[in-house]
């Protein structure tokens, strides 16, 4: 309720946004160590995910959290992935500058 940020609301309907979760598994994979041309391969798929997510188009809270079910009062058609935020979250993208790492 009394959560207050500068961003945008881009979380699913109540219970967070399962973008969120894959991207911190995608996240995990990209810092194991390995060769080279493996962490090209997870940025790969991690950059393949996101265009799948933004082609998807999955709608978003306005309230960002709250108690109960959302409503179509509530959703936001087509803002629920953000591809940036999604590659910031996968350590693909720096949080600021929006510069590849
Ligand atoms: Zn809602």
């Known amino acids: 309720m ?14 967070g946004t399962p973008f969120t979760e894959v991207a911190k598994v995608l996240r995990v994979a990209r810092e194991l ?32 959290s709250h108690d109960g079910s959302c409503s179509s009062a ?9 591809s940036r935020r999604f590659l910031v979250d996968c350590g693909v993208l720096e949080e600021d500058t929006g510069k590849d790492s």
């Open 74 to 82: 509530c959703l936001i058609e087509g803002s629920g992935f953000d």
């Open 2 to 15: 009394s959560k207050t940020t500068s961003e945008t609301p881009r979380r699913l309907p109540c219970g």
């Open 33 to 64: 160590p390995h060769g080279p041309e493996a962490e090209d391969a997870v940025i790969h798929v991690i950059n393949a995910l996101a265009d799948l997510f933004k082609r998807h188009k999955p709608p978003a809270c306005q309230v960002g």
